[in-house]
């Protein structure tokens, strides 16, 4: 079975400065996918980026990218410019590709602090 | 488009009562996921429908649960005879069909007292 481990459980960020969160997973397959999403205090689990693991190069949205070291099974996020609204907890997430691997296995979360 | 709903938004229980939770999907989605957040486990796969198909239940804790999706859109997972270790965060997700990119709702707080 598949683990995804978060060990940072808080961060805190300056605004404007740069935060990096940490994830790894443990797995047999090549092929899966692996997403970071944001959880805010409304509770609703946002999706920040998607990384599918056959590809090489690292995704990026706006001011988050992701630093993806497929042979250490790594995948950081990395927060530019922090702002005010990107706290929140922050779960890392995995994804078979199987037909029968569609659920999501979550690590422990990153809760993410920005102070003003 | 309307994201994915889900109602009630905080339910409070007595030990030993049923319990419906809803959850709506985004329109068209065909695979609809339901997850638990508790302080002790984190978040939980539950159960996962995808169109036609027989659900995978693998996720379910214990025979008191159960689910259902009607008419392949709105779902309704169902706990009988709560207890204490039920109280959490029930989460549906939908995606466009299988494989894609899960869309959360706002989650229903379950007290179980």
């Known amino acids: 079975a598949q683990t995804v481990t978060q060990s940072q459980p808080e961060m805190s960020v300056q605004e404007a400065e740069t935060v990096t969160l940490s994830c790894t997973y443990d797995t047999s397959e090549s092929d899966y996918y692996l997403f970071w999403y944001k959880q805010p205090p409304s509770r609703q689990m946002i999706l920040v980026i998607r990384?599918?693991?056959?590809?090489?190069q690292n995704a990026t949205e706006n001011r988050f990218s992701v630093n993806f070291q497929k042979a250490a099974k790594s995948f950081s996020l990395k927060i530019s410019d922090s702002q005010l609204g990107d706290a929140a907890m922050y779960f890392c997430a995995y994804r078979s590709p199987s037909l029968g691997g569609s659920r999501l296995t979550f690590g422990e979360g990153t809760q993410l602090t920005v102070n003003p | 488009g309307a994201g994915v709903s889900q109602s009630p938004s905080n339910k409070v229980t007595e030990k030993g009562k049923d319990v419906e939770l809803r959850c709506d999907p985004i329109?068209?989605?065909?695979?609809l996921y339901w997850y638990r957040q508790s302080l002790g486990q984190g978040l939980e796969f539950l159960i996962y429908f995808q169109g036609n198909s027989a659900p995978d239940k693998s996720g379910l804790p214990s025979d008191r649960f159960s689910a259902e999706r009607t008419g392949g859109s709105v779902s309704t997972l169902t706990i009988q005879r709560t207890q204490q270790e039920d109280s959490a965060v029930y989460l549906c997700a939908s995606s466009p069909r299988w494989g894609d990119t899960q869309y959360f709702g706002p989650g229903t707080r379950l007290t179980v007292l």
């Open positions: 990384q599918e693991a056959y590809k090489q």
């Open positions: 329109s068209g989605h065909t695979a």
